[in-house]
């Protein structure tokens, strides 16, 4: 009887805890946002910044704004420490997401010459030639539970490539594998 209890109160656990933290989430940046505009209205700061961030998107892809948003790109990129800091965090979220993802070609590595143990990643680079690595190329292995990864240089003849998409092999990587 109490093993069964004990189970059940588990599987509650399981069910409200992601949807739980995720209202959490939701409710702090809608506290933060609402404190910093100094709204009284409880989530209109929120609203006012996605509209905001879109409307932002939708400038720098209309031909006319376009070129304001490169001129303050350039402006950045000539800042030293700004500029270290802001293409690394540039990089790594259009490498995410937008029409220029990174992630699209999925891989599958053999780790070892002979060996039947493989790693899931994803290639990042075909050509290493810069390096005078002529038969390599680049691949990108995310970590489990983590927002983190490793990226190693491999042969490509132990590089098989996958017909997978790349968004549920990265949901499968970075989930442990649990993802369904």
Do not use: C
């Not at 390096?131 to 691949?139: E, G, K, Q, R």
Request: proline share 4%; no cysteine; net charge positive.
């Amino acid at each position: 009887m109490f093993k069964k209890l004990t189970n059940y109160f588990f599987r509650g656990l399981i069910f409200l805890a992601p949807i739980a933290l995720t209202l959490y989430v939701f409710y702090i940046a809608f506290i933060k946002i609402d404190r910093w505009i100094h709204l009284p209205i409880p989530g209109a700061g929120f609203i006012i910044a996605i509209v905001g961030v879109t409307f932002l998107g939708f400038l720098t892809s209309n031909f006319l704004t376009r070129s304001i948003f490169h001129l303050l790109e350039n402006l950045l990129a000539r800042l030293p420490f700004v500029k270290l800091l802001h293409s690394s965090i540039k990089d790594v979220l259009t490498a995410f997401v937008g029409e220029k993802s990174k992630f699209d070609k999925p891989v599958v590595v053999e780790l070892f010459p002979g060996s039947s143990i493989r790693a899931l990643g994803f290639i990042t680079r075909e050509s290493m030639e810069e390096f005078d690595l002529l038969d390599s190329a680049a691949v990108y292995f995310p970590q489990s539970f983590n927002f983190a990864g490793n990226l190693l240089i491999y042969p490509r003849e132990r590089i098989t490539l996958l017909r997978a998409e790349s968004s549920r092999l990265m949901a499968f990587i970075v989930s442990g594998g649990i993802t369904t």
